[in-house]
């Protein structure tokens, strides 16, 4: 059974920073490119940063420089360190994995709220 299990949103003030965690299991890991969305209040989702297997990532162009995405593959886990946040980040952050047979798992999201 396949989880992916995010955490580490909550409310901050503009500026601040957040530090969200993406917990998988079920999946092998190490050979999954995994990929931070967000979805906005009445707006479709969108990717934030990706990182893939051999570790290289890339961002949206909005948060390039203040967002930093990483992995741990001995505790399944990736990461979004999210700095000098503003309000238009608020949103619902989503884990997704992608596996080497295009497979795509997600998780539960967990809600970002920037206040200004």
């Known amino acids: 059974q396949v989880q992916l299990v995010e955490s580490g949103g909550g409310l901050v003030q503009a500026g601040g920073s957040l530090r969200l965690s993406c917990a998988a299991s079920?999946?092998?890991?190490?050979?999954?490119?995994m990929t931070w969305y967000r979805q906005a209040p009445g707006k479709q989702r969108e990717l934030v940063a990706t990182?893939?297997?051999?570790?290289?990532?890339s961002y949206a162009s909005s948060v390039k420089g203040r967002f930093t995405i990483s992995r741990d593959n001995t505790k399944n886990t990736a990461y979004l360190q999210m700095n000098s946040l503003k309000p238009e980040k608020t949103g619902v952050y989503y884990c997704?994995?992608?596996?080497?047979?295009?497979?795509?798992?997600w998780g539960q999201g967990t809600q970002v709220t920037v206040s200004s």
């Open positions: 079920g999946i092998i890991f190490r050979d999954n490119t």
């Open positions: 997704n994995s992608h596996d080497i047979w295009s497979r795509d798992y």
């Open positions: 990182i893939t297997r051999n570790s290289v990532t």
